[in-house]
């Protein structure tokens, strides 16, 4: 027990060193998305970044980042989503089934998120580490076991919002590299896309403040 919470914390704070120094390279652009790469970093996947303006309030963005049974409406090749556990308002975990193009298999994870807000500047802040054995493993499914997401919401004033998204993988499963830049290049920007669409529905617009 004690040898698997070490390897835990090495493997979550050398998470956090990436997203924190990441040497980023500009990649792709399109409709005011930004998407960056690591290139220098010593990960199979190299880690990610993406930057964008979306018009709604940091609330607004964080209510749908919490609706994680909606995520298969937005989030880019997402299957299906459970919520599996909530604690609070702001601090959930839940499982997800992600699709693969043919000959892959289909992926799967769970998720722990936690959100947290900056009394002083209001920047929210979204932590979204994988836990491997949240859920049991399934036979038909190859688990992701080590990916960590990072969503920082910054108030740009006129009910608009600055956000910069990190992301971390180590793949499982010896998933072909066309496929796994696939994921890299194409969906963030597509998450992106439908999440700036998404967050204009009214169940969101209308979303009351988490942090009083």
Request: charged letters at 20%; hydrophobic letters at 40%; proline letters at 6%.
């Amino acid at each position: 027990m004690k040898l698997k919470l070490i390897i835990f914390f090495i493997l979550t704070f050398t998470t956090r060193i990436v997203i924190a120094q990441g040497a980023w390279t500009f990649k792709t652009e399109s409709s005011g998305i930004k998407v960056y790469v690591d290139n220098k970093s010593a990960m199979k996947v190299k880690p990610i970044k993406v930057e964008s303006s979306i018009n709604a309030t940091p609330t607004q963005i964080a209510a749908v980042l919490l609706d994680v049974e909606n995520y298969p409406d937005w989030v880019y090749k997402i299957k299906s989503t459970s919520l599996v556990k909530q604690t609070s308002a702001t601090d959930l975990f839940y499982y997800a089934e992600i699709n693969m193009p043919w000959p892959a298999q289909n992926r799967d994870f769970a998720a722990h998120i936690t959100v947290t807000q900056n009394p002083e500047t209001k920047v929210i802040t979204i932590d979204a580490p994988s836990v491997a054995d949240l859920v049991p493993e399934k036979e038909d499914l190859t688990r992701v076991k080590r990916s960590h997401g990072k969503w920082i919401l910054i108030p740009d004033g006129n009910n608009k919002t600055k956000v910069t998204y990190y992301f971390t993988l180590e793949p499982d499963g010896g998933a072909p590299a066309w496929i796994i830049n696939l994921f890299i290049t194409d969906g963030p920007m597509q998450s992106f896309k439908k999440l700036k669409v998404q967050v204009q529905k009214p169940a969101y617009r209308n979303a009351a403040n988490l942090f009083r």
